[in-house]
Each structure stands twice: as structure tokens, then as C-alpha cells.
């Protein structure tokens, strides 16, 4: 995966939030299906 902020061919790893973070730079990328998840856990926990 190519990070955006740092431009280098970095190691985009998981870290303990579900969320991936630039090996370089520490730029974090959540991805959709992660954020989706992340709203529907958050939804269910307020209902
Ligand atoms: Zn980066």
C-alpha cells in the first residue's frame, strides 16, 4: 500500500485499533469496511 502523506511504498500495519498505520510516517488509514464496523459496534453499544 502507497502512502498518501509520505509517498514511500510503505508497510501499512494493524495496529491494536482497527485502524492501519504508515510504518513510516505513522499516518493512519481506517478502511470502510473497518469504519462500518466500528459504527455498527458503537450503534449497538448506545442502543
Ligand atoms: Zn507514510
Redesign the pocket.
Known sequence: MK?V??K?E?TIVFKHVPALV?S????KYVEDDVAKDVLKSTQEIFL
Open positions: 502512502c502523506i509520505c514511500n510503505s504508515c513510516n510516517c505513522g499516518e
